[in-house]
């Protein structure tokens, strides 16, 4: 791995990193070829993450959590990427679900929820895409109209991650007119095994993230209490997904950098293994520069990144830092990877060599969390 002490690192840190680890070696890595053939995880990986301390690190412990911060939190996401464990959808669960829920919930809902999604009891996902939109989100179609005591939820969502394991899904809901746009917008938790009329379609076929079980969800007529809507006030959805997406978006740009890492890394071992020509790979000038450019590229990469983390953990991190980060971050692995794999030649389309996994899992990090293009409107906004 490239050796390089983040400034947001500390001792404590560098021992929990190592017990992620050999968490990972011990109860992912044996099983990670039959996850990504069958398209999951073990349901039971969550419940061991749990008894671990690894799920809901950033949680207060009054709420189950381990009262971590935001850099505990990477350390995982670091770990995943440096180990070739990409079938886990901690990120959502641990990063994005049990914050909102912390941030917005009342505090019945954080007692009632948090501590079961630190345990692994409950899975969580966030319900926003739709067949028909995703980077527009003020057009979910989705309804929850209020009856009584009860919303009744309507509607479709697509490329859900967690969508098969998930028991608790934040669902993007207008509350109001469809055309309302962002102030009809609200964030309605349906708890699967209580949400008749909630179904699971299909756990879609992807490029790459094999294990991960990105899933269609569907709901008619799903009655969840008025106790279900985020924060207990309607049309705050829209206002509540953007607070959190800087630290969303810095979640997915540290896996970006961890993944350049691992792609220099795993590419030095080869090319200093495999024979052209009579000399291994890395005697010639090209490999050398190509391998060299993509290791500064991920040195520089990590310390931005870096710097960006310590700017989060101050409470300083804008929305259009979060863009910037996410952005040039995963344009970056994507090129870095390509690069990499090209080293490989043929073993690198394979999909026994981890750079193909690689190079495939790579590629969502320009669409997922918003897509490129939409963090050059937000930066050219700032313009
Ligand atoms: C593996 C995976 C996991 C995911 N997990 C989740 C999840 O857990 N929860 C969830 O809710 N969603 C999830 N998503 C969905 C993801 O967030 C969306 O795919 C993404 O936001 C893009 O939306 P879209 O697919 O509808 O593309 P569209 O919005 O239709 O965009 C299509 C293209 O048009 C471009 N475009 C759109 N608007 C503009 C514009 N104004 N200017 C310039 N270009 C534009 C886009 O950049 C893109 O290139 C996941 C997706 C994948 C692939």
Redesign the pocket.
């Known amino acids: 791995m490239i050796s390089h002490k983040s400034a947001w690192m500390d001792e404590e840190l560098e021992i929990f990193s190592g017990s992620v680890a050999k968490f990972f070696e011990r109860e992912a890595i044996p099983h990670n070829e039959r996850w990504n053939r069958e398209g999951k995880i073990d349901r039971e990986f969550w419940n061991k993450a749990g008894d671990a301390g690894l799920l809901c690190v950033t949680i207060p412990a009054e709420y189950g959590g381990a009262g971590g911060d935001f850099r505990h939190e990477a350390v995982i996401v670091q770990q995943e990427q440096w180990l070739h464990f990409s079938g886990w ?1 901690n990120g ?1 669960h641990s990063g ?1 679900c049990a914050p909102y829920i912390l941030a917005y919930g009342t505090e019945e809902q954080k007692k009632r929820w948090l501590p079961k999604l630190a345990t692994g009891e409950m899975v969580a ?13 003020q057009s979910v179609r989705a309804t929850a109209r209020r009856d009584g005591d009860h919303y009744v939820i309507n509607g479709q ?7 098969q394991h998930a028991d608790l899904i934040i669902t ?1 809901c207008k509350t109001g007119d469809i055309g309302g746009g962002a102030k009809n917008v609200s964030l309605v938790v349906v708890e699967a095994a209580q949400a008749p009329g909630f179904r699971r379609g299909r756990n ?1 076929d ?1 490029i ?2 094999h294990a ?1 079980d ?1 899933s269609e969800l569907f709901y008619d007529d799903v009655r969840v209490p008025v106790e279900n809507l985020l924060g207990g006030e309607e049309g705050r959805g829209f206002y509540q997904l953007m607070q959190q997406l800087p630290r969303e978006r810095l979640i997915i740009a540290l896996g970006a950098v961890a993944g350049m890492e691992a792609a220099v890394a795993e590419t030095a071992r080869y090319v200093k293994e495999r024979k052209a020509f009579g000399k291994a790979l890395l005697d010639f000038q090209n490999t050398q520069f190509v391998l060299a450019d993509c290791k500064a590229e991920a040195v520089v990469a990590r310390s931005f990144i870096d710097d960006y983390v310590v700017r989060l953990m101050k409470g300083e991190l804008s929305p259009e830092e979060g863009a910037i980060a996410k952005l040039w971050a995963c344009e970056t692995q994507c090129k870095v990877v390509d690069k990499c794999l090209q080293l490989f030649g043929g073993y690198g389309y394979m999909m026994e060599y981890p750079i193909a996994r690689m190079y495939a899992d790579a590629r ?1 990090q320009r ?8 963090m ?2 937000l930066i050219a906004r700032t313009l």
């Open positions: 959808g959502v994005i996902a966030i319900a926003m895409t739709e067949p028909g939109t995703g980077s527009d989100l969502k697509t490329f859900i991650t967690n969508g993007v879609l992807k790459g993230l991960q990105t969502v669409i997922y969390g918003g897509t490129s293009e939409i050059r409107l």
